[in-house]
């Protein structure tokens, strides 16, 4: 599907795999509205191409209000790619006690029930564009982990999250393939994003290590071209992607 000339959304796009992707997709001739929140758009640099929506994407009103100034931006909105999500962790019983089901709750309503948001009122607007002559409308990119494959200890509540996004891939395809509007999720392993800055070299070190090959942390950059090409591709469609250079997760 073409790029140039349409408007995409990237939420989480103020830093790290959203960030990357809404540079790529400017490149690639698109408007870009990057929905984040307002301290995450504060920290981000002015980019020519990006404009900085601040929303909470479990908010359906702010999430409405981003779609409609995307949609009526004079091109038309085709590309969405959900990157906004939350990791913190905990034991369902540890020393603390057991798991706090408000935390469980936040990563669930954040990761999962956010994604869900954006991608359904994004939809209804990318229904009612012109198809293109394949009859394409538009193309839902999702990110889910492969920690929804081999959740290590103490992410229950982030493995449930990301697992839902990948049993949201094709149900989330089949219904909305009558719009010509596909979509995918990608899957990725351990990335360089500003989560891990906070961690010494040694432990970055250590994840790499991990990785059969490359044996490195990936870069964001990669996922945004992981991204891109699910959206150049058009029958790509109903499919989650691992990018993990063969990582297959250890229980710790």
């Known amino acids: 599907m073409r790029i140039e000339n349409t408007a995409a959304i990237v939420t989480g796009g103020a830093s790290g795999l959203g960030a990357a992707t809404a540079a790529a997709l400017v490149k690639q001739g698109a408007k870009v509205f990057a929905l984040d929140l307002p301290g995450s758009i504060e920290k981000a640099p002015e980019t020519a191409g990006i404009t900085y929506v601040p929303t909470d994407v479990t908010d359906g009103d702010e999430v409405r209000a981003?779609?409609?100034?995307?949609?009526?931006?004079?091109?038309?909105?085709?590309?969405?790619?959900?990157?906004?999500?939350?990791?913190?962790?905990?034991?369902?019983?540890?020393?603390?006690?057991?798991?706090?089901?408000?935390?469980?709750?936040?990563?669930?309503?954040?990761?999962?029930?956010?994604?869900?948001?954006?991608?359904?009122?994004?939809?209804?607007?990318?229904?009612?564009?012109?198809?293109?002559?394949?009859?394409?409308?538009?193309v839902i990119v999702n990110t889910a982990s492969i920690a929804a494959y081999e959740g290590q200890v103490g992410q229950a509540a982030y493995a449930s999250s990301k697992g839902g996004i990948v049993g949201l891939t094709l149900p989330a395809a089949r219904d909305l393939a009558q719009y010509g509007i596909r979509v995918c999720t990608i899957a990725p392993g351990i990335v360089e994003t500003p989560m891990l800055a906070t961690v010494s070299e040694e432990f970055r070190a250590g994840l790499a290590a991990g990785v059969p090959f490359p044996q490195r942390l990936a870069a964001p950059e990669e996922y945004a071209k992981l991204a891109l090409a699910i959206i150049d591709h058009d029958y790509l469609n109903g499919e989650t992607i691992r990018m993990d250079g063969a990582l297959r997760m250890a229980p710790r």
């Not at 709750?105 to 012109?130: C, H, P, R, Y």
């Open 66 to 138: 981003a779609v409609t100034a995307a949609a009526s931006s004079g091109v038309p909105l085709r590309t969405v790619v959900n990157c906004a999500g939350i990791g913190p962790s905990m034991r369902i019983l540890g020393k603390k006690g057991v798991h706090d089901l408000g935390l469980y709750a936040k990563i669930v309503q954040v990761n999962l029930i956010g994604s869900f948001n954006v991608l359904a009122l994004a939809s209804e607007a990318i229904a009612q564009t012109g198809a293109d002559e394949n009859g394409q409308r538009g």
